[in-house]
Structure formats: C-alpha cells, structure tokens
C-alpha cells in the first residue's frame, strides 16, 4: 500500500483528566447520511484501550507543516500534549492547533480486522482550516505544498 498516499490525522480523545492521541494515516469517509467516518488503528497501539464505543473523538487532519506532530503522536512518549497547542472541541477532545481539518464525533461501532481494529465514527462537527495536508506516501511523510498547483475547472 506504500504506492497509495493518504492523509495524515492523529486521532484524541479523554480519558478521565488526561488527553490521550494517536497518529493514523487510515482514514476514510464512509457514508454521508448519516456522516460516517472510520479509522483503522493497530490492535498493538498502546492508546487504543481509550479508544471505546461511545468515547467522544476528534480527527485532527495534519497540515502539510505539522510532520514534526505526526512522528510525537507515533512515538511513544509519556505525554504526547507536553508543549502542543491545542483547544478543545465542545466534548472536550484536543483539537490540534494548525490542524488542516478536524472532525469532532463519537466511536458508533468498533469491527475487527486482523491485527487492527475499524472505529466507526458518526460526525458531529467539522472544522476546516484551510491548507495543504499533510501526506504519507512509500513509507514517509511529505510537505507537496510547493508541488501543487490548482488545475482550472
């Protein structure tokens, strides 16, 4: 899958008083009625027990300039917030400063699938920024901001 590029997100929410977020580059929408969305995340990421039906979520679509965010929600770092900006969205989930795009939701459904799992995500709310995102492709991060230009419609 390494030819195909994919957005890059990192994926919060709370857990009691603390933020917990992870970096996933599977995103996809699934349906607009109602406004669905999944994410596919490892069964060995160490953040996933947070992640549960019903937990409020933010997607945190990364700019082109955020890669630097992208590798701390990837690492395993004790607080991945320690000096990252960030507001909250009206569930109270982290919403990453400088985001592209964020969507705010709620885990409807977990599926199994291998060695990861699909969290299904019913949309509340969207917030786009504006911006180039950032992107994963061959194994690495890329800035494509001075490689696109806009094609006439």
């Not at 599977?26 to 607009?32: D, H, I, N, T, Y």
Request: hydrophobic share 45%; net charge neutral.
């Amino acid at each position: 899958m390494g030819a195909f590029p994919s957005g890059v997100t990192v994926l919060t929410t709370r857990l009691g008083d603390r933020s917990v977020g992870m970096t996933i580059s599977s995103f996809a929408s699934v349906s607009l009625d109602p406004p669905l969305l999944l994410q596919c995340v490892a069964r060995s990421a160490g953040s996933l027990p947070a992640f549960r039906i019903g937990s409020s979520v933010a997607v945190n679509v990364l700019a082109n300039d955020q890669a630097s965010l992208a590798r701390r929600f990837a690492s395993k770092v004790d607080d991945r917030f320690e000096g990252v900006a960030f507001d909250t969205d009206d569930c109270g989930c982290p919403v990453l400063v400088g985001a592209a795009a964020s969507v705010s939701g709620f885990i409807d459904r977990i599926y199994d699938a291998g060695d990861h799992v699909i969290l299904l995500i019913r949309a509340c709310a969207v917030r786009r920024a504006g911006g180039l995102p950032l992107l994963y492709y061959s194994g690495r991060m890329h800035d494509w901001a001075a490689t696109v230009h806009p094609v006439a419609s």
